[in-house]
């Protein structure tokens, strides 16, 4: 196999909603309300109204195509962002110089499961505009190129009646993926822990939809406000691992053996180690603890039912079939700063190679674990050959689709001092002078 005989599905990437997705969405009980997008004075600042209230607009991280001089957790309006970032024809362009086929696209507005839409009061209001997106997200959003974006959906968590039958209602319009919170109690709701979320267990199963969980909560990545911001950075993939322990110890995987769970923008790497200490806890505690996984071990639970993803991960590679190589998916998570577009695909291969993946399981790992755990079939609708890393960067070039970095100027430093590193107080400070100004 060549790189450009790769087919690459991105299990993680991540859109910007763009202004009037809601119109024509929102019922006229309701229209009073229906969220609205403004630009702010100057090109800067942009933000929704949702419910009545004024939610500052975050393109936070959205800073795919700048130099990385720009790089930054700033940029809040339309007008700094590359169009790809909201715009389905221009995603579309990007996803295809970079050789990629498929993608899964969590929500800013929306947060990475809907949290946002907790805070409205009224539920009504709430599921309505939940069900508002989804519709978006599967019908125009994914709908308009079908063969290439993947739905998703959020659910209304607030009540899970309300999302085993919003599981069922998107699953009727083809959506295969929901999204749910890495730690539902931080949102004032019950843990894994308790019998609160079987209907929403029991809907996915029977629905065969997977459930997505992503990184959201870096509080417990950042060690204090003089951090520099590096470590919060380098933390945050490895807070899934306390999502993953906390899973696995459940109740969830044992007593709902057929769900699929997807750990999202994780890594890979230290996979092997949960589970070998996963084991070892399980081995000398639990006589005292009382857990019983029958005749398995937690690691052959988690093997069963989770999966994970990996951005630019070449130990994660090295050690795939520690990891689990039936588990193991690829994201590129455009059109944040981890991600490595434009040269997605030149790096993940230098890294196939480095480590001496077989061309099956570069299959496995690129598209053929991904299109099982999600149910999508990229070869539904367009050929193999059409959808390779080559053919796809044919198709950009011959569309000239521009790669030349954006220099906008909107790279704000979130510090004034050139000395030392910049901190979590520096970006907050910034974070919070952007607020004060919406």
């Known amino acids: 196999m060549r790189m450009e005989d790769m087919v690459l599905f991105s299990v993680d990437d991540h859109l910007i909603e763009p202004p009037g997705m809601f119109e024509g969405r929102i019922p006229k009980k309701f229209e009073h309300l229906e969220p609205k997008f403004h630009h702010g004075e100057n090109g800067d600042n942009d933000y929704w109204m949702v419910g009545g209230r004024r939610t500052v607009y975050m393109g936070s991280n959205a800073v795919v195509g700048r130099p990385r ?3 930054g957790f700033e940029p809040s309006a339309l007008s700094q962002l590359r169009p790809g970032c909201y715009d389905i024809h221009a995603r579309i362009g990007d996803m295809n110089v970079n050789g990629v086929a498929a993608s899964i696209n969590f929500g800013t507005l929306a947060g990475m499961a809907g949290e946002p839409f907790l805070s409205i009061p009224d539920k009504d209001f709430a599921l309505t505009v939940v069900q508002a997106w989804n519709d978006w997200h599967i019908e125009e959003w994914a709908g308009t190129y079908p063969d290439r974006i993947v739905p998703l959906s959020n659910l209304p968590f607030w009540d899970p009646e309300l999302s085993a039958r919003e599981v069922r209602r998107v699953k009727a319009k083809g959506c295969n ?9 931080l949102h004032g709701q019950p843990s894994f822990h308790t019998e609160h979320w079987d209907p929403v267990w029991k809907a996915c199963v029977e629905e065969n939809v997977a459930i997505c969980i992503h990184f959201a909560d870096s509080s417990y990545a950042v060690p204090s406000p003089d ?5 919060m950075i380098s933390c945050m993939p490895i807070g899934l691992y306390r999502v993953a322990a906390d899973l696995t110890w459940s109740p969830v995987l044992r007593k709902f053996p057929d769900i699929q769970f997807a750990l999202s923008e994780g890594g890979a790497g230290w996979i092997p180690y949960l589970k070998e200490r996963m084991d ?21 639970i988690f093997d069963r039912n989770v999966a994970t993803c990996f951005i630019d991960d070449p130990i994660g590679i090295k050690i795939r079939h520690a990891v689990g190589i039936q588990n193991i998916t690829w994201e590129c998570d455009y059109p944040h700063a981890d991600c490595t577009w434009p040269e997605s695909a030149d790096r993940l291969w230098r890294d196939l190679q480095a480590a001496e993946v077989p061309d099956d399981e570069i299959d496995l790992i690129t598209h053929r674990n991904a299109m099982r755990i999600f149910n999508f079939d990229l070869f539904k609708l367009r050929k193999r050959e059409e959808l390779t890393v080559g053919a796809l960067r044919d198709q950009a070039r011959a569309a000239g689709v521009d790669t030349t970095p954006m220099k906008s100027g909107s790279g704000r430093p979130p510090s004034d001092s050139e000395q030392g590193p910049v901190s979590m107080r520096d970006v907050a400070k910034q974070l919070g002078a952007r607020n004060e100004a919406a």
């Open 69 to 71: 001089e720009e790089y």
């Open 177 to 185: 993926v929901i999204s749910f919170p890495p730690n539902p109690v």
């Open 227 to 231: 951090s520099p911001v590096d470590a």
């Open 280 to 300: 070892t806890t399980f081995r000398l505690h639990s006589q005292w603890t009382r857990q019983n996984f029958g005749d398995k071990k937690p690691s052959e």
